[in-house]
């Protein structure tokens, strides 16, 4: 059995220039939620490894940065470190695989978790060959994730209303939650002590905006294969944002106090890349088959707003109170730090699960290509 001992994160910054996070390193930001860890739990921290989910691996963050980070960290010599990336859910891979070393005797602790700067690498820095060969399959080719967003609200019914109304949501929940317990876990750092990407906005604002991501279709029309009604604008889509999360998983005698958490059960699945963002319904339903449980025995519940098609789906084809889910807001209002998002998603459901004395919590993450992540846990005390 994995536990979770702690789970800390950053606030989310503006991922350009200027931003409030923009002036520090991806490994710096790591080596602030490590001496948060240490200073909350009063514990000297000597992991047998760290992982780190990151998506640009090029530039600050190349190099691996897991490594990078143990070394700013001043963790010890004997740490094994690793950085994966499962594109947008690689924060809480990371975790799932933390917690898999602990479940086998591999480690009696481990760091997990994710960063990504975006001010620093910028979306696709990487230049991978994928995302323009067209030797593949047209449906295993790559396609921007904005794009199979607007799609899938097509193809599934999704209007423009309800995008609407779920930003708004987002927003409103995210502007509530501050200077609540619901943040207990999130970190100042270089004097960033808010989400900098929140906007609150009204019913009014959001309906003049215009969809934002037509221009990009003529690029993939061949893979589209049709024109489709663009419905998602700026709103419905997740900032790129700086930020990063970290957990602490362990043995349960790994440290001398009570953990927050134990993890139930944590799945990764793979998915239909030509609906992109639906493998985290196939995630979530492969973890309740794992751990016995269901949707009515969660409390709390972190959805990963990858888009707003997602969260409108999850909130449409489930029968889930809403009351349960991101309770403190989520991605559209906060931003998407690509491989910190699952870790972030993590720790706020440790949150939001306290301030309800709540016992079960789920958290489910989605990215491009058919990649999904689920996790449950069970608080304890």
Do not use: W
Not at 284 to 295: A, C, D, I, Q
Not at 330 to 345: C, E, M
Not at 354 to 365: E, T
């Amino acid at each position: 059995m994995s536990y979770i001992y702690d789970a800390v994160r950053t606030p989310r910054g503006k991922g350009k220039e200027g931003g409030a996070l923009a002036t520090m390193k991806p490994d710096e930001l790591i080596s602030s939620l490590v001496e948060a860890l240490k200073k909350r739990n009063n514990i000297n921290l000597n992991p047998e490894a760290l992982i780190l989910g990151v998506v640009g691996q090029v530039g600050a963050q190349g190099g691996n940065i897991a490594l990078v980070s143990k070394f700013r960290s001043e963790l010890p010599d004997s740490t094994a470190a690793f950085t994966i990336n499962n594109l947008c859910v690689s924060g809480l891979t990371a975790i799932s695989q933390a917690a898999g070393m602990i479940a086998s005797g591999q480690a009696k602790s481990v760091l997990a978790g994710g960063v990504e700067m975006m001010s620093r690498v910028p979306f696709m820095e990487d230049k991978a060959d994928f995302y323009t060969d067209t030797t593949f399959p047209l449906r295993s080719r790559y396609l921007l994730v904005a794009l199979a967003a607007d799609r899938l609200a097509e193809n599934k019914g999704i209007s423009r209303e309800e995008l609407d109304q779920l930003a708004l949501k987002s927003q409103q929940l995210t502007q509530a939650a501050e200077g609540t317990k619901l943040l207990a876990s999130r970190i100042s750092v270089n004097g960033l002590d808010h989400e900098e990407c929140l906007r609150v906005g009204t019913e009014e604002s959001l309906a003049a905006l215009e969809p934002a991501f037509a221009g990009a279709a003529k690029y993939y029309s061949e893979i589209l294969g049709r024109d489709i009604d663009h419905r998602h604008t700026i709103a419905h889509a997740p900032g790129m944002s700086d930020g990063a999360g970290l957990a602490l998983i362990g043995t349960k005698d790994a440290f001398n106090y009570e953990p927050r958490a134990r993890i139930i059960a944590s799945v990764e699945v793979g998915g239909d890349p030509t609906e992109s963002l639906t493998a985290s319904f196939a995630a979530m339903e492969r973890v309740f088959e794992l751990s016995g449980l269901s949707l009515d025995d969660m409390d709390r519940i972190e959805f990963m707003e990858a888009f707003a098609v997602s969260i409108a789906l999850f909130m449409k084809n489930y029968d889930v109170s809403p009351e349960k889910v991101n309770v403190a807001g989520g991605h559209l209002a906060k931003g998407h730090p690509l491989g910190a998002s699952g870790a972030i998603l993590l720790s706020t459901l440790l949150d939001t699960l306290d301030v309800a004395k709540g016992r079960y919590g789920l958290v489910v993450s989605a990215g491009a290509s058919g990649t999904g992540s689920a996790m449950i846990v069970e608080r304890i005390g």
